[in-house]
């Protein structure tokens, strides 16, 4: 059984499926993937496999089983930090994928240096306070990047309810935009991986100057 790809071969494959322009834009872009729980662990794999260039993660979390049941983690992760066991998965997946990882709790001080170099980030956080100060740093001190957020995606609810909407012109946001874990008291892999899903696609079409929907 073949386990080996060469990067031109990666390359072509994408290129395929994606045509070459596209492709190149992918390829030349960097992405921030803020969190790496239920949202930002099905975020990055998705980017990833689709060739963007390089990932930043941030996250100072470890994996642990109550994890495993939606996020993008192994049982044999537990334990380690969500950075480098999401980077050990990413390179399994898509081996020419650069991946910068920051195990570091976030914080208004440090977000402009670790996202300096973004283009798109995801706002992929677990907790209120959290979110919005990633956001209002963001919508704020650096107006020219694009901020993919996510809101509403716990419960048992149909899945269709989720989507995507344009809040401004660099602000997007992701969710049913009402559902909250400490209300519904769940959270299940598949409402949150249409979220992650929803988030990804955002980020892919704004890279790729389609018209994000």
């Not at 030349?28 to 969190?35: I, K, L, P, W, Y």
């Not at 996020?71 to 650069?98: D, F, H, S």
């Not at 991946?99 to 914080?107: D, G, M, P």
């Not at 170099?117 to 992929?124: F, R």
């Amino acid at each position: 059984m073949r386990t080996e790809i060469n990067a031109a071969e990666w390359r072509r494959a994408l290129i395929a499926r994606h045509g070459m322009e596209r492709q190149q834009r992918l390829a030349a872009a960097t992405v921030a993937v803020c969190g790496l729980g239920g949202l930002g662990s099905h975020i990055a794999p998705a980017l990833a496999r689709a060739g963007v260039g390089r990932l930043l993660l941030l996250d100072f979390d470890r994996v642990e089983l109550s994890n495993l049941h939606r996020q993008q983690y192994k049982a044999a992760q537990i334990g380690c930090y969500k950075t480098e066991a999401l980077r050990q998965n990413l390179l399994e997946m898509a081996p020419y994928v650069q991946i910068v990882a920051h195990t570091v709790r976030l914080t208004t001080e440090n977000l402009p240096r670790l996202l300096a170099e973004a283009q798109v980030v995801c706002e992929a956080l677990d907790e209120a306070e959290a979110k919005a100060m990633l956001c209002d740093v963001v919508l704020s001190q650096m107006p020219d990047k694009y901020l993919v957020a996510a809101s509403g995606m716990a419960g048992w609810g149909s899945a269709n309810t989720i989507r995507t909407r344009k809040i401004t012109e660099h602000f997007y946001l992701c969710g049913d935009g009402r559902s909250d874990v400490a209300a519904e008291g769940s959270l299940t892999a598949a409402r949150v991986m249409v979220c992650a899903a929803h988030q990804a696609q955002a980020v892919l079409q704004i890279l790729t100057g389609e018209t994000v929907e």
